[in-house]
C-alpha cells in the first residue's frame, strides 16, 4: 500500500502531535475520512477497499461526511417498490415475479457496512423498498434474484 495510504490513521514513528492525542474518536475519524476523500482521485483506478467509500461519494457527488442511507442510496440507483413478491421496472413498465433472492435487509445504521461488504459494486444489485405482509417495510439490497 502507498505511504500516503499507509498514514491516513497514524502518523510515522509515533510523531502525533499533542493536538491529535486529545480529540475525540469522532473527530479523528473526520480526519481521516477528509484525507481519504483527497486521496480518492489520485487512486480512483486502483484497487485499494480503503478509497472505495470515498470514490463511491465523490463519483455521486456527495461529500466526505456524507452518511450513506437508504435515502441516499435511492439517489444512486432505482429504488423499487416490492408488494406481493412482484415489482415493476422503470425501464419497460413490464412486472416481474420474484421467485427467489439473495439480499442484505439495510437501514439508516448499517447501509454503508453492506456497501463494503459488495465493495460498493452496484452492478446487477437491485434495490427494493419490501412491504411487508404486516405492513411495515424494509429495505433491501439484493445481489442475486431470481424471476
Not at 37 to 63: D, R
Not at 84 to 104: A, D, H, P, V, W
Request: no cysteine.
Amino acid at each position: 500500500m502507498p505511504r500516503d495510504l499507509l498514514y491516513t490513521n497514524r502518523f510515522d514513528r509515533g510523531d502525533t502531535p499533542e493536538v491529535y492525542k486529545k480529540l475525540s474518536l469522532s473527530k479523528r475519524e473526520d480526519i481521516v475520512a477528509k484525507k481519504l476523500y483527497a486521496l480518492s482521485e489520485k487512486y480512483s483506478n486502483s484497487s485499494y477497499l480503503l478509497v472505495e467509500p470515498s470514490k463511491f461519494k465523490k463519483k455521486h457527488g456527495f461529500s466526505y461526511d456524507t452518511k450513506i442511507t437508504p435515502d441516499i442510496l435511492s439517489k444512486v440507483i432505482p429504488l423499487y417498490k416490492v408488494d406481493n413478491n412482484s415489482f415493476s421496472f422503470q425501464k419497460n413498465g413490464k412486472k416481474e415475479t420474484i421467485r427467489s433472492l439473495k439480499y442484505f435487509v439495510i437501514d439508516d445504521d448499517n447501509t454503508e457496512n453492506v456497501l463494503r461488504q459488495i465493495s460498493y459494486k452496484l452492478d446487477g444489485v437491485y434495490f427494493l423498498d419490501w412491504q411487508k405482509t404486516d405492513g411495515s417495510r424494509e429495505y433491501r439490497l439484493v445481489y442475486e434474484i431470481g424471476f
